[in-house]
């Protein structure tokens, strides 16, 4: 006889595993988690994982702020060791940023972040690696950081099973099932689930899911390379994150004395997420080693060590998709992340919990909703040449 859940989580990833740990923590039924590889074998494996709260709207610098407490206090909250480490983040421009980065520091303050404008003379003094030739405008985040994504997932699985969830890899959901107006379960390659409630938290994947209910989720798989450089000299500390407005850049500290250096622009040329290449080509390698060098000086004199590239699941507004889906009660969706997800999901999870269970959306979930692209309720991010600053 099939197997029957009261909450089928589709996709292993940070989101899936963060939404079945909030699930099983509440001891709301019996949850699973479905992926179909391994867990944390899509982008979050991929991911750059920094934790900052330098956004452009007030709901998603209250939520990068909550998600960043928990990542500072993972252990006590969730369990384990997720890798967190505080570095800072030092945002620079030139003067094409007037408008964007005062009213974002301003924006940030009234939520209580702390960051703030500094000089650019300052930079020597918060973030030495950095250059400040050229920039007129800049800020400094102090409690941003950086994780281990695959570290926070299987973080996150690991105490959902000790919540009593069941994690099923190597089973890839084919269909989801319905009957009547409402989702019953699904089937996978294997077998079939009973469940009154899934939950798509597939990324990209999530979409080929949906379609065949008739929803057409608005989601574009775009590939993002980044270069990982081995900086000069002995054995190396960390150094605060970088995002260079001028340059569509961002340098990310590593162990080992490794900077990884990807691009924060929008990247407009969809991929298969499947079959997509992996590997850096030449120019991209040479264009991330030159801009990363304009940034961080010693960079000049790294050597690549490689990188990957990963996939992003991007919506028209560069914003995740959270919540109920129409024509089916029972039908909801965490995806849509747009390449700045990980971040956000110890809060996605505890929201998406919370509405599984009680009904209610959090406030500061609403944004989010599928319909907003049909109501012209799109997010608008002031920085528009880059989604994933939101
Ligand atoms: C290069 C790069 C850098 C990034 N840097 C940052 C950063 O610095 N900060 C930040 O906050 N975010 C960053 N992101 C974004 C962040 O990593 C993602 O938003 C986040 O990891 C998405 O998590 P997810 O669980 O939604 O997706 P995934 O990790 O892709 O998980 C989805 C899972 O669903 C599974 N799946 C798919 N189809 C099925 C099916 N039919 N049945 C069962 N399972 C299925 C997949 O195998 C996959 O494991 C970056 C992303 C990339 C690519």
């Given at each position: 006889m099939a197997e029957t859940f009261d909450y089928i989580v589709i996709g292993g990833g940070v989101m899936g595993a963060s939404i079945a740990y909030h699930l099983s923590q509440q001891k709301a039924g019996r949850v699973l988690l479905l992926e179909r590889q391994a867990i944390c074998s899509g982008t979050t494996a991929r991911s750059g994982a920094i934790v900052r709260q330098h956004y452009s709207n007030d709901?998603?610098?209250r939520m990068a702020k909550e998600s960043l407490h928990i990542f500072q206090h993972f252990d006590e909250v969730i369990g384990g060791d997720c890798g967190f480490t505080t570095?800072?983040?030092?945002v620079v421009s030139d003067e094409t940023g007037e408008e964007t980065l005062p009213a974002n520091v301003a924006l940030q303050q009234a939520q209580g972040v702390n960051?703030?404008?500094?000089?650019?003379?300052?930079?020597?003094?918060?973030?030495?690696?950095?250059?400040?030739?050229?920039?007129?405008?800049?800020?400094?985040?102090?409690?941003?950081?950086?994780?281990?994504?695959?570290?926070?997932t299987y973080c996150f699985a690991q105490r959902a099973q000790d919540h009593g969830a069941t994690i099923y890899e190597q089973q890839a959901v084919v269909r989801i099932l319905t009957q009547n107006g409402r989702v019953v379960g699904v089937e996978t390659e294997q077998e079939t689930l009973h469940a009154p409630v899934v939950v798509l938290a597939a990324n990209v994947w999530s979409a080929a899911l949906a379609q065949p209910l008739g929803i057409a989720l608005p989601l574009t798989a775009t590939r993002h390379p980044m270069l990982a450089l081995r900086r000069p000299g002995g054995r190396q500390g960390i150094h605060a994150v970088g995002f260079d407005v001028r340059y569509g850049i961002y340098l990310r500290p590593d162990l080992g004395g490794v900077t990884l250096v990807g691009a924060t622009d929008n990247i407009l040329t969809a991929s298969d997420p499947d079959q997509y290449r992996q590997e850096l080509t030449e120019e991209e390698r040479h264009f991330f080693h030159q801009r990363g060098a304009a940034c961080m000086p010693e960079l000049s004199r790294a050597v690549p060590?490689?990188?990957?590239?990963?996939i992003y699941d991007d919506t028209p507004d560069y914003h995740p998709i959270l919540g109920a889906l129409p024509g089916y009660e029972g039908l909801f969706c965490a995806a849509g992340f747009s390449g700045h997800g990980f971040k956000l999901s110890p809060i996605i999870g505890r929201w998406m919990a919370q509405l599984l269970t009680t009904g209610q959306t959090p406030e500061d979930m609403r944004p989010f909703a599928y319909e907003r692209f049909a109501h012209g309720q799109e997010i608008r991010p002031r920085y528009s040449s880059s989604g994933v600053l939101g």
């Amino acid at each position: 006889m099939a197997e029957t859940f009261d909450y089928i989580v589709i996709g292993g990833g940070v989101m899936g595993a963060s939404i079945a740990y909030h699930l099983s923590q509440q001891k709301a039924g019996r949850v699973l988690l479905l992926e179909r590889q391994a867990i944390c074998s899509g982008t979050t494996a991929r991911s750059g994982a920094i934790v900052r709260q330098h956004y452009s709207n007030d709901f998603s610098i209250r939520m990068a702020k909550e998600s960043l407490h928990i990542f500072q206090h993972f252990d006590e909250v969730i369990g384990g060791d997720c890798g967190f480490t505080t570095t800072g983040l030092l945002v620079v421009s030139d003067e094409t940023g007037e408008e964007t980065l005062p009213a974002n520091v301003a924006l940030q303050q009234a939520q209580g972040v702390n960051t703030a404008l500094i000089a650019p003379s300052d930079i020597a003094e918060v973030a030495p690696e950095y250059s400040s030739d050229g920039v007129t405008l800049a800020c400094y985040e102090a409690d941003a950081g950086v994780a281990d994504p695959t570290a926070t997932t299987y973080c996150f699985a690991q105490r959902a099973q000790d919540h009593g969830a069941t994690i099923y890899e190597q089973q890839a959901v084919v269909r989801i099932l319905t009957q009547n107006g409402r989702v019953v379960g699904v089937e996978t390659e294997q077998e079939t689930l009973h469940a009154p409630v899934v939950v798509l938290a597939a990324n990209v994947w999530s979409a080929a899911l949906a379609q065949p209910l008739g929803i057409a989720l608005p989601l574009t798989a775009t590939r993002h390379p980044m270069l990982a450089l081995r900086r000069p000299g002995g054995r190396q500390g960390i150094h605060a994150v970088g995002f260079d407005v001028r340059y569509g850049i961002y340098l990310r500290p590593d162990l080992g004395g490794v900077t990884l250096v990807g691009a924060t622009d929008n990247i407009l040329t969809a991929s298969d997420p499947d079959q997509y290449r992996q590997e850096l080509t030449e120019e991209e390698r040479h264009f991330f080693h030159q801009r990363g060098a304009a940034c961080m000086p010693e960079l000049s004199r790294a050597v690549p060590r490689g990188g990957w590239a990963g996939i992003y699941d991007d919506t028209p507004d560069y914003h995740p998709i959270l919540g109920a889906l129409p024509g089916y009660e029972g039908l909801f969706c965490a995806a849509g992340f747009s390449g700045h997800g990980f971040k956000l999901s110890p809060i996605i999870g505890r929201w998406m919990a919370q509405l599984l269970t009680t009904g209610q959306t959090p406030e500061d979930m609403r944004p989010f909703a599928y319909e907003r692209f049909a109501h012209g309720q799109e997010i608008r991010p002031r920085y528009s040449s880059s989604g994933v600053l939101g």
